[in-house]
């Protein structure tokens, strides 16, 4: 991986290839999938506002006039939701080559998903795990297939608290429970990697994030919308770990891709380190047992 300034240039065709990217209508979503369907890929976005969807796809293909871009409908609020779209997708597909689990939620006020989570981790972790679970058997089918989570460098911030993961118990912290979440992105993908290791048809699974890029998900925060304005990266740039993470022909299983620069902040994207309580393999089998229970999806 010597290439330090690896970018879209760095991307061959993905003609023939079936990509899925959660939360795609805006933000870096929006931006892979505007990349990957301009290098030839088919690209299902699944996405919770299919009319939104809709325009995105036609600004795109107004600059590629021939993405082949499909939609949809997952609300990753909802296990029933995650389950629908899998079943819709392999009724259309016969492959799929990455899965980018992009969508996700930020420092918004205490909510609960459909089925009782609360909703940072319900739809940033678990909304995801019951997807990939049962978009597995595709996964597998498909040779060379990738699984990208998407972290954050809030993640460095987390600390599960396993005996009230829904936040019962305790008086509601937005930010502490968006870095919960983004350790959970982490603990699944190690504990995914480590548990496909000896399985020869198993995906890949690669994670990433990106650094502190100007995106539509700080809304709820307006500090860090002020903040963002004067020295985040743009959305062009913020996507290169994920579109690394997701192509790279040298990245390999438990790899996370992060801003080169300061602090991991904007930049390239690069193999970068995350924190030693992510590395913890008996707290991400805590987790994934738990989201096991909790979703009624065993892998």
């Not at 396993?162 to 502490?176: C, G, H, L, Q, V």
């Amino acid at each position: 991986m010597s290439n330090t300034k690896w970018n879209v240039s760095n991307i061959p065709s993905q003609a023939g290839k079936v990509i899925v990217i959660t939360g795609a209508t805006s933000g870096l979503g929006k931006e892979a999938t505007k990349v990957l369907a301009g290098k030839n890929a088919t690209v299902v976005m699944a996405v919770r506002n299919t009319k939104k969807a809709e325009a995105v796809a036609k600004e795109i293909q107004a600059e590629f006039p021939n993405a082949k871009i499909d939609i949809k409908r997952l609300d990753l609020n909802s296990l029933d939701s995650a389950k629908s779209f899998a079943d819709s997708f392999a009724n259309s597909y016969d492959r799929l080559d990455v899965l980018i689990n992009n969508a996700g939620i930020m420092m918004c006020p205490f909510s609960k998903t459909d089925d009782g989570f609360e909703v940072q981790m319900g739809v940033n972790h678990l909304g995801h795990f019951a997807l990939t679970g049962h978009l597995m058997p595709l996964l597998k089918k498909t040779k060379n297939a990738r699984i990208v989570a998407t972290s954050s460098i809030a993640h460095k911030s987390g600390d599960i608290n396993f005996e009230d993961i829904n936040w019962k118990s305790r008086d509601y912290a937005t930010t502490k429970a968006y870095s919960d979440s983004k350790l959970a992105n982490l603990y699944f993908a190690y504990e995914l990697a480590r548990k496909l290791e000896n399985d020869s048809n198993a995906p890949m699974v690669v994670t990433s994030h990106p650094g502190w890029t100007k995106t539509e998900l700080d809304r709820h925060s307006g500090i860090a919308a002020f903040i963002g304005n004067i020295i985040a990266q743009k959305v062009d740039m913020g996507t290169l770990p994920t579109l690394r993470a997701a192509i790279d022909e040298n990245a390999k299983s438990g790899d996370y891709f992060g801003p080169k620069g300061f602090m991991e902040m904007r930049g390239y994207p690069v193999v970068v380190e995350s924190t030693k309580l992510a590395q913890d393999k008996a707290k991400a089998k805590q987790l994934w047992e738990m989201s096991e229970a909790m979703t009624g999806v065993s892998y």
